[in-house]
């Protein structure tokens, strides 16, 4: 059976009651040192001892050399030939015979000339026309069988390059229907005659576009 404590004698008791008078006499103290005491007299500090002055040196600073570079590497040793393989060159006369005839050395051979194509004109004042129109190059056509057979028709587009005195010297189809008509028609425009296109008054290569047409007749 547990022993009972005297409340009298017990202090867990008071404990609470004595920490809370404990604290407000703490409390009270301070309000009354600060009510009356708000200031605290600083004491002057005298140093004994004269002051001594400190002369700072300025410094040069210093300069840092460059350093020489350094030396080459010596170079690699070569083998000197021997007295042996100097006997076996043959020394030939390098006499000089002011009585031989020198022969002239032949003449380079002529530059060949790059063949350059002529340049066409595409614009010209006046643009080639051919000798009898359109019509004259339609009436030498002639139409392919196998284009006849096959009931081909349409529109052949002919690229004709005209020189100053009005020859087609060149044809290229710009446009085909194909069998067999593309080359009939540069056949017909290669046997046509132009009027030369002319540019300030003067003939001049002009390449020009002709249409030629294919028509089976029904």
Do not use: H, W
Request: proline share 11%; net charge negative.
């Amino acid at each position: 059976m547990a022993l009972k404590k005297n409340p009298k004698v017990d202090l867990k008791l008071k404990y609470r009651r004595v920490y809370e008078i404990s604290m407000i006499l703490a409390l009270a103290i301070l309000i009354v040192a600060f009510k009356f005491f708000p200031k605290f007299e600083k004491e002057e500090v005298v140093l004994d001892g004269t002051q001594e002055l400190v002369q700072v040196e300025e410094v040069e600073s210093t300069k840092q050399e460059n350093l020489p570079p350094p030396p080459p590497k010596p170079p690699v040793p070569i083998e000197a030939p021997s007295d042996d393989v100097l006997e076996d060159i043959e020394i030939s006369d390098t006499e000089i015979d002011l009585d031989e005839v020198i022969e002239a050395p032949p003449p380079p051979p002529p530059a060949e000339e790059e063949e350059t194509d002529p340049v066409f004109f595409v614009a010209v004042e006046q643009q080639p026309q051919p000798i009898g129109g359109i019509a004259g190059i339609q009436a030498k056509i002639v139409y392919p069988e196998i284009a006849k057979r096959a009931g081909v028709q349409g529109r052949v587009f002919i690229k004709a390059f005209v020189d100053e005195k009005g020859d087609v010297v060149k044809a290229e189809v710009l446009k085909g229907i194909g069998a067999g008509c593309d080359e009939a028609a540069v056949a017909a425009v290669l046997k046509t005659k132009f009027k030369p296109g002319r540019q300030r008054g003067k003939p001049v290569k002009v390449q020009v576009s002709i249409p030629v047409v294919f028509k089976l007749q029904g």
